[in-house]
């Protein structure tokens, strides 16, 4: 197909599928990336005479609702909070985007003693079978990214993510390489152990393109760690001195609050700070 009729095609044929309402889309797949990591493949489609793409521009992300009396409904508390509300909503950036599906990577909190039943959504998102339907709204998120790289000059782009907030950071390391756009960057990303990190393979595959620094709290030092010409590895949390200082860098930001926090304290330049 020549570009010009491609482009009729795509106009005709193939439509955007988030309106800003809560739409149904279809668990097809789920697999266990490691004990506490899943990846779920949704499916969604309006009419079968279209092709559907999400329509979630750069460094968006889509709201998730699921009805909250899948494994709760007979709790009177949750993590000793009252345990009343009808839904359970939270914020998922997909890490995968093709024509009709999206996957998303969602780490699951499991109880502990400080959290005596886990994470909300994902203990329920756990126990969806395939065929089971969620609800997504969206697109969510006040900034494009995409502008902002084409328009503002950067010097280098200095990525900081703490746990699975490394799923709208890597949407837009992914998008940076695809693009060939020539960015610098470097990625700080923060975790509790070394099993912990999501997206390893990935990131490490994309280590020729960018500066790969890890900061774990409990840093084993018995372990041998793999890969290690391919990044830095780091003990405890991100420090001030790691973050480089440049009028023109770029900071992108996302990750558990207080984290996120502690890390924009040690940001000189404010105005260069987006936090996802
Ligand atoms: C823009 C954006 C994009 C995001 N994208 C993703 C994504 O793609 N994938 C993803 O997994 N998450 C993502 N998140 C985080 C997500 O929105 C939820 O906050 C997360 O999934 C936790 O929800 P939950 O209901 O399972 O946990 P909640 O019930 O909301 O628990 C809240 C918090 O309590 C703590 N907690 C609970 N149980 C434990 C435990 N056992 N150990 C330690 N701490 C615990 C954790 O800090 C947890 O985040 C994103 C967040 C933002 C802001």
């Keep these: 197909m020549n570009k010009c009729l491609e482009k009729v095609y795509e106009i005709l044929f193939i439509k955007k599928f988030l309106n800003q309402e809560w739409q149904k889309v279809k668990l097809i797949k789920k697999k266990y990336i490691s004990d506490d990591t899943l990846l779920l493949t949704f499916y969604y489609s309006k009419n079968p005479i279209y092709s559907y793409i999400l329509g979630l521009d750069l460094g968006k992300h889509i709201l998730v609702k699921i009805n909250n009396n899948i494994i709760s409904k007979n709790k009177e508390y949750w993590n000793n909070n009252i345990n009343n ?59 494009n990214i995409e502008n902002i790289l084409f328009n503002k000059k950067i010097n280098k782009l200095i990525l900081i993510a703490g746990g699975s907030g490394i799923t709208p950071i890597y ?11 020539n960015i610098n960057m470097t990625l700080i990303y923060a975790n509790k152990t070394f099993n912990d990190i999501l997206l390893l393979d990935e990131l490490l595959n994309y280590s020729k393109y960018l500066n790969l620094i890890f900061f774990l709290e409990n840093y084993n030092n018995n372990l041998n760690y793999n890969y ?20 023109n860098n770029l900071y992108l930001l996302c990750g558990p609050p207080p984290m996120i926090n502690c890390v924009n304290k040690f940001i000189k330049l404010k105005n260069n700070i987006i936090i996802l």
């Design 85 to 143: 509300e009808e839904y359970i909503i939270r914020k998922y950036t997909p890490i995968k985007l093709d024509y009709n599906t999206f996957d998303l990577l969602i780490k699951i909190y499991r109880p502990t003693n400080n959290f005596i039943d886990g994470g909300k959504m994902g203990r329920h998102i756990e126990n969806l079978n395939i065929n089971d339907y969620i609800l997504v709204k969206g697109p969510c998120g006040r900034i």
């Design 228 to 247: 290690y010409n391919k990044y830095k590895l780091l003990k405890g949390y991100i420090t001030e001195n790691i973050i480089e200082q440049d009028i």
């Design 171 to 181: 949407q837009v390391i992914t998008y940076i390489i695809k693009k060939k756009l």
